[in-house]
Each structure stands twice: as structure tokens, then as C-alpha cells.
């Protein structure tokens, strides 16, 4: 069973803060995703990675930054929280597209509800 | 970028009716079409998915139509029960961005509700 947990299920900080969260995946995906999920707007990317070290924008990466040092572990950061990231995130892992493995499918960890004071 | 509507926001059905979600996406290039379920207080869960060389998939008493011409793909949920509650996502995959890796774009969501 593909296994991925995030650091807490819920976090409480204050504006201007710096917020860690992190993802770790058991199952050696090579593709790893940070979401945020907002009432009516669906799962929106914020950044991806796919090798270690490796990190691509999404579609709203604005007031985010990521870390992918390890290949299991994604951290998301938020340099210095702001109200309007008050959210819940949520992290997923896949394997790549084009290798044996074809398969897209992204299996997503538990969320992270933040609330930014 | 990829853009992907989905409709209608929220729909309650008689247990034993059927379901019907509908989405729609902008870019020809997308080539992968899944769909999550999410459950309350869960994370979101595959539960079906169709690539562009196909027209139609079944699972069971869930299939999803793909009309590549018209960009736009549906979810059939068959004798709905209570436990088929919950919020669907549609999403569409493409080649993202300069590096050409793979990313899904999601729709909005519907919420289902099943009436016992």
C-alpha cells in the first residue's frame, strides 16, 4: 500500500511567520506535488518536483518555496505566512509518466489545515 | 495553461438513481483524465481514469465518457447508494510548463449527496 503522511493534520500560526510542511512518500515516486484545497476552487498546484533537487512551478506558486532534498521527503515553505494562505494543503506522490511504471495515478497524503492568524 | 470547468457544483440524488458529473478542458494537448473522490475529513482517492485513446471506461457501476473533439469528459455513477456521498474532482493531464513533465489540472469539484 503506497503510504503518504504529512507532519500534522492541523497548524495554527501567526502572520510572518515561517511555516514548514512536510510530505514523506514510501513507495520511491520519483514525482512528488504540493496542493492547496479551497471551498470551490478545486486542488491547485503550487509546486512539483520530479528528481531530487528538482522542483517546478505550478500554477500558483506565488508566497512559496519548496525543498526536495531526499527522494521520500517534500517539504512545502511558506516564507513568511500571510492571511490569505489559510488553507488546506495537500501533498501527493506518483511514479513518472514515461517510465515501466505508467501509471499518473497521484495517491495523496492526509492534508494539512493551516490557519494563519 | 490548462484550464478544466466542471459542473454542476453540487447534486443530490434518490438513492438507486444515477449520477452524472460533467467536465470540460482547454488544451488539446491533454492526454489523462482522472477522477477522485474525496470523502469528509479524507484525503482524495482514484477511482477511475481514462487516456485520451479512449472513449469510454466502466468499473462496476462507474464508467467515465471521453469526447476528445468537444474537450470534455463525464462521470456515470449507477445505482447510487449513500456511501457514493461525497466530493468528485475531475482533472486532465498535460506536459507542464518548459521541462515538459506531467501535471494535473483539477476542476472545482461536485459535491454528491445520495438522499437514503
Known amino acids: 500500500d503506497v503510504k503518504v503522511t504529512q507532519s500534522s493534520r492541523y497548524l495554527v500560526k501567526r502572520t510572518g511567520e515561517k511555516v514548514f510542511l512536510e510530505c514523506v512518500q514510501d513507495?520511491?515516486?520519483?514525482?512528488m506535488f504540493w496542493y492547496r484545497q479551497d471551498p470551490g476552487l478545486g486542488l491547485r498546484l503550487i509546486y512539483f518536483?520530479?528528481?531530487?533537487?528538482?522542483?517546478e512551478k505550478g500554477d500558483i506558486p506565488e508566497g512559496y518555496s519548496v525543498s526536495r532534498e531526499k527522494k521520500e521527503r517534500f517539504s512545502l515553505i511558506l516564507e513568511s505566512a500571510s492571511t490569505n494562505q489559510t488553507s488546506m494543503y495537500l501533498c501527493?506522490?506518483?511514479?513518472?509518466?514515461?517510465?515501466?511504471?505508467?501509471?499518473?495515478?497521484?495517491?495523496f497524503g492526509p492534508g494539512t489545515r493551516l490557519t494563519v492568524l | 495553461g490548462e484550464n478544466v470547468e466542471q459542473h454542476p457544483s453540487t447534486l443530490s440524488v434518490q438513492e438507486g438513481d444515477s449520477a452524472v458529473i460533467k467536465c470540460t478542458y482547454s488544451?488539446?494537448?491533454?492526454?489523462?483524465f482522472p477522477w477522485y473522490k474525496q470523502e469528509l475529513g479524507k484525503r482524495p482517492q482514484l477511482i477511475i481514469d481514462?487516456?485520451?485513446?479512449?472513449g469510454e471506461k466502466k468499473d462496476q457501476r462507474i464508467a467515465v465518457t471521453l469526447n476528445k473533439t468537444a474537450k470534455h469528459f463525464s462521470l456515470h455513477i449507477t445505482e447510487t447508494q449513500p456511501e457514493d456521498s461525497a466530493v468528485y474532482f475531475c482533472?486532465?493531464?498535460?506536459?507542464?510548463?518548459?521541462?515538459?513533465?506531467?501535471?494535473?489540472?483539477f476542476g472545482s469539484g461536485t459535491r454528491l449527496q445520495v438522499q437514503p
Open positions: 488544451d488539446s494537448a491533454s492526454n489523462y
Open positions: 513507495m520511491d515516486h520519483e514525482n
Open positions: 482533472a486532465a493531464m498535460k506536459n507542464h510548463g518548459d521541462t515538459g513533465r506531467r501535471a494535473l489540472t
Open positions: 518536483s520530479y528528481d531530487v533537487k528538482m522542483k
Open positions: 501527493a506522490s506518483s511514479f513518472p509518466g514515461a517510465s515501466m511504471l505508467y501509471t499518473d495515478t497521484q495517491y
Open positions: 481514462i487516456r485520451s485513446n479512449v
